[in-house]
């Protein structure tokens, strides 16, 4: 199957400072989403983005299709960031299956 | 928010008990999907439906069968749970029409076998 590998695994940052989390795959994708995962548990769908670049306030992501990436960009990070943030894929030959990254794990200090 | 909701959201069980998860939308999305998470998995795919009556396996379908009568509501069962099914259940929903293939997800069920 298709492999994910986000990273880095872990992310700790102080309030106001931006970062990037990174998404690898490994085959051609037809859908890829940024999640974040509060920490009540809920998954909150942050970008659908299988190509180009998104902007949704504080947060943007890139998808580079060709080279197997994307990146979602954090800035001015916010003590409301902190939980996990999943990349997820969709392998164009899978037929909507979903195949999930690890996560990487942000805490937002004050 | 997708309309989507799990019940029960909270469910502890014995060994050997069967267990039935419900999820309902109200969508009217043709694709239902049940995943569960573990530390150190992230989400896996358990089953899905791609509509009323039609359902395949994902990739950690065993000892789970699902069932989908309504387009609104898709049911994970376990015959006989055990200690290794405890985890998080959540439900998701997709249109896939036109070009978005986006997933919507529910708020999740915990389960603890016991």
């Known amino acids: 199957g298709i492999q994910v590998e986000q990273s880095p695994p872990d992310l700790i940052l102080q309030e106001g400072a931006n970062s990037t989390l990174r998404c690898n795959f490994s085959?051609?994708?037809?859908?890829l989403q940024w999640f974040h995962q509060n920490p009540w548990g809920q998954l909150i769908n942050l970008f659908y983005i299988p190509s180009g670049t998104k902007q949704n306030g504080r947060l943007s992501a890139t998808t580079v299709a060709t080279e197997r990436y994307s990146l979602l960009y954090i800035s001015s990070s916010q003590t409301t960031d902190s939980g996990v943030y999943f990349c997820a894929v969709e392998r164009e030959t899978s037929g909507s299956r979903l195949t999930f990254g690890e996560g990487t794990q942000l805490t937002v200090n004050p | 928010d997708a309309g989507i909701t799990q019940s029960p959201r909270h469910k502890v069980t014995e060994t050997g008990t069967p267990v039935t998860l419900r999820c309902h939308q109200t969508?009217?999305?043709?694709?239902m999907y049940w995943y569960r998470q573990d530390p150190g998995h992230g989400l896996r795919l358990i089953h899905y439906s791609y509509g009323v009556k039609d359902t395949d396996k994902g990739e950690v379908s065993d000892g789970y069968s699902v069932s989908r009568s309504k387009t609104e509501d898709f049911l994970l069962t376990l015959e006989s749970a055990t200690s290794s099914q405890t985890s998080v259940y959540f439900c998701a929903i997709s249109e896939r029409g036109g070009y978005s293939y986006e997933q919507y997800f529910g708020p999740g069920t915990r389960l603890t076998v016991t």
């Open positions: 969508e009217n999305h043709r694709y």
């Open positions: 085959d051609s994708v037809n859908n």
